[in-house]
């Protein structure tokens, strides 16, 4: 069921050849040099290095499905690549130019910017030259309903002025991050899903301001998620995608397979915890016995087995339907897989903590890093409750076609 082609399967024993031989016995460098430096938004020659070398065996820009600018890998084939560099999720996604949010950001430019975007801001993002950022979260309104939106731009002639404050904006404090795809409100009178707009907004544009890096659970992301202060910025009108209150119709294009990217990460970083539960577990002795030999113990591996597995074959599932019927056709599936793949991950990581005791909550292991950090993407793309109310909505719908439909 939802077999791998022979293309992505080939593509699967390279990415795990360059794992095996690169990144992994780059992680202890990454650490090393990021503690050297005294930055937590340091960009670590290491990355490079490893960028580099990815270019070089072509594992680059593998999430594209547009063959003029990537591989263009299904869904499906990439959903598998992408559990691969989730085992690794501080260097393989963006050494391999796969990390959020500038894939996301390099499917919306492709789609929906002007030849200018596409020569300014998408070649050097398909070359890694740059990072950029997704400006859409608030902190003064509930943003998990997006029409709470208040970041207002307004048209003055040739130019739209940017007012608001955006917060949990991530790659912003990236050392190379030089652009932002920013959504705000073009027109508060139109209809509700037709008020916002999505604009092209250079970090170096006067009045924007970056007020903060928010923390993760006491982590500070390398990338950043920062808070950010848009005062009186003004933007040319040619900095607007697609068209005015064209904001909602591109935030689901861009959602949709960068859900899936996410999933399957997701379900890589619970592989990996589950290697490092596994491997503590016969290693470790309580008692006389290796932990591994006790029952509930034995319980919690065979859990973690049964429910990644039903997490990846949902994933699957929802990347095939994408694939074949369509984003639209695949809404619930994306839906349950953004609840699924971090909450089944989070069962996974937390017994491993269990396992290693106080190692777990430590530095030394990647688990509680990985914890924070999961735990987050139950809030980011929308919490799991809406996703929730989503797959709500189409089962009763299923029954009664007219449900919850206004008169």
């Not at 499917?107 to 890694?128: A, S």
């Not at 990236?174 to 932002?180: S, Y």
């Not at 007020?211 to 040619?238: I, K």
């Amino acid at each position: 069921m939802f077999e791998n082609t022979e293309r992505g399967a080939e593509y699967v024993e390279r990415l795990t050849a360059f794992m095996d031989s690169h990144v992994y016995p780059a992680e202890a460098v990454y650490a090393q040099q990021m503690r050297e430096s005294g930055n937590p938004n340091h960009h670590p020659q290491i990355l490079e290095d490893l960028k580099a070398e990815a270019k070089a065996q072509g594992l680059w820009n593998l999430f594209h499905p547009h063959a003029e600018w990537g591989p263009g890998l299904t869904n499906l084939e990439y959903a598998h690549l992408a559990e691969i560099t989730g085992r690794s999720p501080q260097l393989a996604p963006e050494a391999t130019n796969c990390n959020a949010p500038d894939t996301g950001n390099m499917e919306v430019l492709t789609l929906f910017g002007t030849d200018e975007h596409k020569e300014k801001w998408l070649r050097p993002l398909l070359d890694g030259e740059i990072a950029s950022a997704f400006a859409m979260t608030e902190p003064a309104v509930a943003s998990s309903d997006a029409t709470n939106i208040e970041t207002s731009m307004v048209r003055e002639g040739d130019e739209y002025v940017i007012n608001g404050r955006k917060w949990w904006t991530s790659n912003a404090l990236h050392e190379n991050c030089k652009v932002m795809i920013v959504m705000g409100k073009t027109d508060p009178e139109a209809p509700t899903h037709r008020q916002q707009s999505m604009m092209v907004v250079p970090m170096d544009t006067p009045g924007v301001k970056v007020v903060r890096g928010l923390p993760v659970f006491g982590y500070q992301d390398r990338e950043g998620h920062a808070e950010v202060l848009f005062d009186n910025v003004r933007v040319p009108t040619s900095a607007l995608l697609a068209g005015e209150g064209d904001g909602f119709m591109i935030s689901q294009a861009r959602l949709g397979p960068g859900r899936i990217h996410h999933c399957m990460r997701v379900i890589g970083m619970a592989e990996r915890a589950l290697d490092l539960l596994i491997a503590r577990a016969q290693q470790r002795v309580t008692f006389g016995k290796p932990i591994a030999t006790r029952e509930n113990i034995k319980d919690w591996i065979a859990e973690s087995r049964m429910e990644i597995e039903m997490a990846r074959l949902l994933t699957l599932k929802a990347a095939h339907l994408m694939d074949t019927v369509g984003n639209k056709q695949a809404r619930m599936e994306i839906a349950a897989i953004k609840v699924v793949a971090p909450n089944v991950a989070l069962k996974v990581i937390d017994r491993a903590i269990q396992i290693h005791g106080g190692g777990g909550v430590s530095d030394d292991f990647p688990l509680a890093e990985m914890w924070a950090h999961v735990r987050t993407l139950r809030l980011a793309d929308g919490p799991d409750e809406v996703h929730k109310m989503t797959i709500a909505r189409q089962e009763l719908r299923r029954v009664d076609p007219e449900w919850g439909r206004k008169k």
